[in-house]
């Protein structure tokens, strides 16, 4: 990656003020009606609702494609190669039967499903990208925004779009939340889950006493050698949430299941693992029982080393406007990693400041909003004016 740290500054506060002052509440209003419009990642006609929505609204200064599995596409140029990626997801984890439904202004707190995660980053997205527009920059810049709708459910569906478009980026940026001191990502755990499945062979437990061929048992010995995969040094973790089997306590259990999440934070690291997995797989502790193991979803590692020249020039973006980011590593796993994979330098976290994603509490700040949309349009001139060839 070539780096020139010393692109001109093209924008100022004083410019983006009086765009912000003029777009807030029309902003506001588009933002009340993607939240308060529920969009389940199993709701397709409430997430077809939203992407209509949100492709009408930029329809002015972007084109608009619907893609398969929920998927829109919207971009300013038909370039093949060396366009940004600008990331987001649509969908969030509350069902249509949820309490929590609303779009609520509170002070400087803005609190409804989806604010932080993440309809708040395709806000961002949208209105930094109108900015550049009103600042006739857009065109500067070949971009392709593009928005999935299984995120939540391990984008399954959407991952070989995202990494099909990934690979001829130049780079790419996600809006997945900020961090709560304003970081943006440089790195996050990769993870892999797991299903494992027991089958043994039922009995009265009355009359069996050596030789069953319990299901529940067979599995203990597993969970034990699964949690013997948390490593603290290495950061590793590894968590068996879920379990279930058996009938009843007078019946040997033919069957039982557990759900396994596993989180690392190097690629290198995921070798290793692997090969343990195959290893506790393979192992049998009760005669007669049978072991599977499914693997559910797995999203590799963002590794920092890989991102941290794209980050430095965000920094200098930054410096421009009066306004400090820091990097973080975060635990958690986003589309991200995708990109991640693939090769192609990749920032996440540019989304507005909040928080208690995932429940009924989520939130962001207010005047975040502003200050990301500011960062994003000013870090996609600097990042492109450094490393387009």
Excluded: W
Aim: charged share 25%.
């Amino acid at each position: 990656m070539t780096i020139n740290l010393h692109s001109r500054n093209i924008m100022n506060r004083e410019q983006f003020e009086k765009f912000y002052t003029e777009h807030e509440q029309e902003m506001l209003m588009l933002f009340q009606q993607l939240v308060e419009t529920n969009s389940y990642s199993y709701n397709s006609t409430g997430i077809k609702t939203c992407l209509d929505l949100f492709g009408q609204t930029a329809s002015p200064f972007l084109e608009t494609t619907h893609l398969e599995n929920n998927c829109l596409l919207l971009y300013n140029k038909k370039v093949e190669k060396n366009y940004v990626l600008l990331m987001g997801h649509m969908d969030t984890v509350f069902p249509e039967s949820s309490h929590f439904q609303n779009f609520i202004i509170d002070g400087n707190l803005i609190k409804g499903p989806g604010t932080y995660d993440m309809k708040g980053g395709l806000i961002v997205v949208l209105y930094a990208l109108k900015f550049l527009h009103n600042m006739d920059l857009l065109n500067d810049i070949p971009v392709r925004f593009l928005i999935n709708s299984d995120e939540e459910i391990g984008s399954l569906n959407s991952k070989k779009i995202i990494q099909e478009m990934a690979k001829d980026a130049l780079f790419a940026f996600v809006f997945e939340g900020g961090g709560i001191n304003g970081e943006i990502v440089t790195g996050r755990k990769g993870k892999i889950g797991l299903k494992g499945i027991t089958q043994g062979e039922a009995g009265h437990a009355a009359f069996i006493i050596e030789g069953k061929k319990s299901a529940v048992l067979e599995m203990a010995y597993k969970i034990i050698q699964f949690e013997h995969l948390n490593d603290s040094q290495k950061n590793i973790s590894c968590n068996v949430g879920k379990i279930t089997g058996g009938t009843g306590a007078n019946t040997v259990p033919d069957y039982c299941e557990i759900l396994i999440d596993i989180r690392y934070t190097c690629n290198e690291d995921a070798k290793a693992l692997n090969e343990k997995i195959k290893d506790i797989a393979r192992t049998t502790h009760v005669e007669g029982v049978k072991f599977q193991l499914i693997k559910t979803s797995e999203r590799p590692c963002m590794e920092r080393k890989n991102n941290i020249g794209l980050f430095q020039i965000v920094t200098e973006a930054t410096t421009d406007i009066k306004m400090k980011v820091k990097e973080e590593f975060r635990n958690g796993v986003s589309d991200a990693n995708f990109i991640a994979e693939v090769g192609t330098p990749v920032l996440d976290g540019f989304g507005p400041i909040g928080g208690n994603d995932h429940s009924d509490k989520e939130y962001i700040l207010k005047d975040s909003l502003k200050d990301r949309i500011l960062l994003t349009a000013n870090a996609l001139l600097k990042c492109y004016s450094n490393l387009k060839q």
